[in-house]
């Protein structure tokens, strides 16, 4: 198993009389391992332990103990007390009457009625520069800043002090080693461990702490052993105590992820491999927040764990790749998968809830890989077979299965849009303007089934008029001669049935769709709608600006003609039906 990144650690040992700690010279990155005692100043080199981020002394040190540098030593309250029982801090208490008054045994009536709002102030409403201040609560103060050294200081004493019976953590009476852990800002704790212990459960602390190292060991015990450089000294200690404990997982269940990793950090570089395992099994089955599932998966691809337990957290977040497997296969399996349960799925509003999710997700993934063109062309083509079934079925005045014709064309309008996002939508309009059975069946289906397939259609316009389908010259004119006659007679129903229709979308795309064509063709299309706006006027999409913008190619400009001539204005009243 590999650890963090590799540092090396240097101790030292002096006698235990001496009551003066040094600090902790350098930084975490050490020369190799020596040890020096006070008999052979020269350093003799061990085997080589393993990595560790931390570095390692061993030196005379004072008892347990730490402060936080904070203090706490005003008198404000017992200052206010003095003033609150002298009067001087009522607003409402009256001033002392004057001396010559006291002698008079009451007040008038006059008298009592004059002074009565003085006794009696009337409630007033708190205003932001008005507050209503109790005469007995001190005045508000700022909260002093959190002193977040304290505040570790006393989380590591609620550790230390939390333990159970017959557990030899932190035992003085006990212990044999006095372990110092220190931090590079200033946090230094010390605590009583027994090192048959962390020989047993560290590989870090066996090379250490060996038989060799305290044969060299002339202080009487308990030894003085000091880690310096902690990143987080709880946490440190948190790894400790869990080398005394028998259920490590119970104990983990206590923690947070966050806290866990930070365990499993420290774990992996003294060599604790029951620790490392017991937190792998907690990050396993615990449940991540969405901004812990980075961590995990970070951490685990630093320390790079070749154990089962790692990969097992691992695979909630990535899948692996079969021998043989396509790279994004699988993924287009599943987008698949979920494509066809939406257009297979019975319940209409979860299916429009799940199309809208669908799509999100197939246009967040910017790669435009993970699922085949192919593969969407040929759901399409399932949902075009069973619209034509149920349509010709129609046709023949066989309406029992009618409610398909609305389902299927909301299927293709789906996945047409998904087409068109993809900028892959070109054969989608060919093989629809290529379907002139289901266009010579429309009138003879009921406007009131048939209506949503217009809306098909519609899309293509809208596509075609913002740039987003670039189809050629003969299949954007056979679209147009093979359904806009159908979507002329659906208008009106479209307009009415339609839930959150844009109807000057749909005529501003149908304008620029007829504008991309040939200007004799679009005389031929301009003057037909002409004459069939003027008839059903709000049942007929109007297309005046493609209108005017037709009028002024095929007259205006004639012969280098540029004048503008007066604008031309087309309305129509409402008609009988609308």
Same mark, same amino acid.
């Given at each position: 198993?590999?650890?963090?990144?590799? *540092?090396?650690?240097?101790?030292?040992?002096? !006698?235990? +009389?001496? !009551?003066?700690?040094?600090?902790?010279?350098?930084d975490a990155t050490t020369p190799p391992t020596n040890i020096t005692s006070a008999a052979s100043p020269e350093p003799e080199i061990l085997p080589t332990p393993p990595d560790s981020p931390f570095r390692v002394r061993f030196s005379p040190s004072p008892g347990m103990e730490y402060t936080s540098g904070h203090h706490d030593g005003s008198n404000g309250f017992t200052k206010f007390n003095s003033a609150l029982t002298a009067g001087l801090l009522n607003p409402l208490s009256p001033p002392p009457p004057p001396l010559h008054?006291? /002698?008079?045994?009451?007040?008038?009536?006059?008298?009592?009625? /004059?002074?009565?709002?003085?006794i009696h102030p009337r409630a007033q409403i708190p205003t932001p520069h008005h507050p209503i201040m109790n005469p007995l609560t001190p005045k508000a103060q700022v909260p002093p800043p959190v002193d977040r050294q304290a505040l570790a200081m006393q989380r590591i004493s609620d550790i230390l002090a939390s333990k159970s019976p017959g557990?030899?953590?932190?035992? /003085?009476?006990?212990?044999?080693?006095?372990?110092?852990?220190?931090?590079?800002?200033?946090?230094?704790?010390?605590?009583?461990?027994?090192?048959?212990?962390?020989? +047993?459960?560290?590989?870090?602390?066996?090379?250490?702490?060996?038989?060799?190292?305290?044969?060299?060991?002339?202080?009487?015990?308990?030894?003085?052993?000091?880690?310096?450089?902690?990143?987080?000294?709880?946490?440190?200690?948190? /790894?400790?105590?869990?080398?005394?404990?028998?259920?490590?997982?119970?104990?983990?269940?206590?923690?947070?992820?966050?806290?866990?990793?930070?365990?499993?950090?420290?774990s992996a570089a003294i060599g604790f491999d029951a620790g490392v395992l017991s937190c792998l099994e907690y990050l396993e089955a615990a449940p991540w927040a969405e901004d812990e599932e980075e961590k995990v998966a970070s951490l685990l691809s630093k320390l790079r764990f070749d154990g089962v337990a790692a990969g097992e957290v691992l695979k909630r977040v990535s899948v692996e790749v079969s021998n043989g497997t396509e790279e994004g296969g699988e993924n287009e399996d599943v987008l698949l998968k979920l494509l066809h349960v939406v257009l297979e799925g019975k319940d209409e509003k979860a299916r429009r809830d799940m199309k809208g999710l669908v799509s999100k997700m197939l246009r967040e993934n910017s790669s435009q890989t993970d699922i085949r063109k192919d593969s969407l062309y040929s759901a399409c083509e399932g949902c075009l077979h069973l619209l034509c079934k149920h349509f010709l079925q129609a046709a023949e005045s066989d309406l029992s299965e009618v409610a398909q014709i609305a389902r299927q064309a909301d299927n293709l309008h789906w996945i047409l849009d998904i087409l068109i996002d993809r900028n892959i939508a070109e054969d989608f309009l060919k093989s629809w303007a290529s379907q002139s059975e289901l266009s010579t069946a429309h009138p003879k289906v009921p406007a009131v089934h048939r209506f949503e397939v217009s809306g098909v259609t519609a899309r293509l316009f809208v596509g075609i008029g913002k740039g987003q389908l670039l189809a050629s010259k003969d299949a954007r004119c056979l679209l147009l001669r093979t359904w806009l006659v159908p979507f002329y007679d659906d208008f009106a129903w479209m307009r009415r049935a339609s839930r959150g229709l844009d109807r000057h979308l749909i005529e501003?795309?149908?304008?620029? *769709?007829?504008l991309t064509l040939p200007l004799a063709w679009q005389q031929e299309i301009m003057l037909a709608w002409f004459d069939r706006f003027l008839n059903s006027g709000e049942d007929c999409p109007n297309i005046q600006r493609g209108f005017e913008v037709w009028w002024r190619r095929a007259f205006w400009r004639r012969n280098g003609e540029q004048r503008p001539l007066r604008q031309l204005q087309i309305t129509a009243g409402p008609a009988e039906n609308s």
């Amino acid at each position: 198993m590999a650890t963090a990144a590799t *540092t090396t650690t240097q101790l030292k040992v002096q !006698p235990v +009389a001496k !009551p003066k700690r040094r600090k902790c010279r350098g930084d975490a990155t050490t020369p190799p391992t020596n040890i020096t005692s006070a008999a052979s100043p020269e350093p003799e080199i061990l085997p080589t332990p393993p990595d560790s981020p931390f570095r390692v002394r061993f030196s005379p040190s004072p008892g347990m103990e730490y402060t936080s540098g904070h203090h706490d030593g005003s008198n404000g309250f017992t200052k206010f007390n003095s003033a609150l029982t002298a009067g001087l801090l009522n607003p409402l208490s009256p001033p002392p009457p004057p001396l010559h008054e006291k /002698a008079r045994s009451s007040p008038t009536l006059f008298e009592m009625m /004059a002074s009565e709002p003085d006794i009696h102030p009337r409630a007033q409403i708190p205003t932001p520069h008005h507050p209503i201040m109790n005469p007995l609560t001190p005045k508000a103060q700022v909260p002093p800043p959190v002193d977040r050294q304290a505040l570790a200081m006393q989380r590591i004493s609620d550790i230390l002090a939390s333990k159970s019976p017959g557990n030899l953590f932190n035992d /003085a009476a006990t212990g044999d080693i006095k372990l110092t852990l220190s931090s590079k800002d200033g946090i230094s704790v010390s605590m009583s461990v027994h090192r048959q212990i962390l020989v +047993a459960h560290s590989r870090f602390f066996a090379v250490k702490l060996s038989d060799h190292w305290i044969k060299q060991q002339r202080a009487r015990v308990p030894y003085i052993v000091e880690i310096a450089d902690c990143e987080d000294i709880e946490v440190y200690i948190e /790894a400790l105590r869990l080398m005394y404990c028998e259920d490590l997982r119970r104990m983990l269940m206590k923690e947070d992820v966050s806290r866990v990793l930070g365990i499993l950090k420290v774990s992996a570089a003294i060599g604790f491999d029951a620790g490392v395992l017991s937190c792998l099994e907690y990050l396993e089955a615990a449940p991540w927040a969405e901004d812990e599932e980075e961590k995990v998966a970070s951490l685990l691809s630093k320390l790079r764990f070749d154990g089962v337990a790692a990969g097992e957290v691992l695979k909630r977040v990535s899948v692996e790749v079969s021998n043989g497997t396509e790279e994004g296969g699988e993924n287009e399996d599943v987008l698949l998968k979920l494509l066809h349960v939406v257009l297979e799925g019975k319940d209409e509003k979860a299916r429009r809830d799940m199309k809208g999710l669908v799509s999100k997700m197939l246009r967040e993934n910017s790669s435009q890989t993970d699922i085949r063109k192919d593969s969407l062309y040929s759901a399409c083509e399932g949902c075009l077979h069973l619209l034509c079934k149920h349509f010709l079925q129609a046709a023949e005045s066989d309406l029992s299965e009618v409610a398909q014709i609305a389902r299927q064309a909301d299927n293709l309008h789906w996945i047409l849009d998904i087409l068109i996002d993809r900028n892959i939508a070109e054969d989608f309009l060919k093989s629809w303007a290529s379907q002139s059975e289901l266009s010579t069946a429309h009138p003879k289906v009921p406007a009131v089934h048939r209506f949503e397939v217009s809306g098909v259609t519609a899309r293509l316009f809208v596509g075609i008029g913002k740039g987003q389908l670039l189809a050629s010259k003969d299949a954007r004119c056979l679209l147009l001669r093979t359904w806009l006659v159908p979507f002329y007679d659906d208008f009106a129903w479209m307009r009415r049935a339609s839930r959150g229709l844009d109807r000057h979308l749909i005529e501003e795309g149908l304008s620029n *769709t007829i504008l991309t064509l040939p200007l004799a063709w679009q005389q031929e299309i301009m003057l037909a709608w002409f004459d069939r706006f003027l008839n059903s006027g709000e049942d007929c999409p109007n297309i005046q600006r493609g209108f005017e913008v037709w009028w002024r190619r095929a007259f205006w400009r004639r012969n280098g003609e540029q004048r503008p001539l007066r604008q031309l204005q087309i309305t129509a009243g409402p008609a009988e039906n609308s």
